[in-house]
């Protein structure tokens, strides 16, 4: 007989919280990329920050619209690790595609 924790998520927001947390890994491990220990420094910090002081959000659309900006923030980070040249994901596929010219 056992029973459901009192805070037991809803499907949504078990849903909601996986993206959250994969946006988490998928920053860190972006960040990870930076080549400047101290700008990788204070990414990891303003990151950990960032989710720390929305970490009791419970408002659906609020988390939406959260989730939405640290993609937006994510993609800015990935594009200027590509144009820089030290994107691992743009590393590989122009190297790909220089060898196929």
Do not use: C
């Amino acid at each position: 007989m056992s029973k459901l924790p009192k805070a037991a998520l809803s499907l949504k927001q078990f849903m909601l919280r996986q993206e959250v947390l994969k946006l988490y890994r998928t920053i860190f491990r972006t960040i990870r990329q930076v080549p400047d220990a101290s700008s990788r420094r204070e990414l990891r910090d303003w990151a950990r920050a960032d989710f720390r002081n929305n970490r009791n959000q419970t408002d659906e659309l609020a988390i939406k619209m959260l989730l939405q900006h640290g993609n937006r923030s994510l993609k800015e980070l990935q594009t200027s690790l590509e144009l820089s040249g030290t994107g691992l994901t743009d590393t590989a596929s122009h190297s790909d595609a220089t060898k196929r010219s």
